[in-house]
């Protein structure tokens, strides 16, 4: 199983970035997919859930309304949609996937960073 996540950087306050991950190694369109999070000093936290035939079933209270997840069965690719971006969104961003009798599964992580 291999986890890759790409769309991470820098940006201002207001502003949006679309991260990707991109998994193999496993029948993607068979599993839900998540996103999680880890500011500094901070425990890792999940972000958003996506099922596997794509209706969201889980946001964090916090990016309510901002972020959206989805996902193409087709290209086997998670998004997360992050739109009115806040400092307190910086954080290092994960794709997991959970498979049941398989175990958790993590990619290396991308960087967000919100700062004027």
């Known amino acids: 199983v291999q986890l890759v996540e790409s769309g991470g950087g820098l940006v201002q306050p207001g502003g949006s970035l679309r991260l990707s991950c991109a998994a193999s190694?496993?029948?993607?369109?068979?599993?839900?997919m998540n996103w999680y999070r880890q500011a500094p000093g901070k425990e890792r936290e999940s972000v958003a859930t996506?099922?596997?035939?794509?209706?969201?079933?889980y946001y964090v209270d916090s990016v309510k309304g901002r972020f959206t997840i989805s996902r193409d069965n087709a290209k086997n690719t998670v998004y997360l949609q992050m739109n009115s971006l806040k400092p307190e969104d910086t954080a290092v961003y994960y794709c997991?996937?959970?498979?049941?009798?398989?175990?958790?599964?993590w990619g290396q992580g991308t960087q967000v960073t919100v700062s004027s």
């Open positions: 997991n996937a959970d498979l049941p009798f398989f175990g958790s599964y």
């Open positions: 190694g496993f029948t993607f369109s068979s599993y839900a």
């Open positions: 996506i099922t596997r035939a794509g209706g969201s079933i």
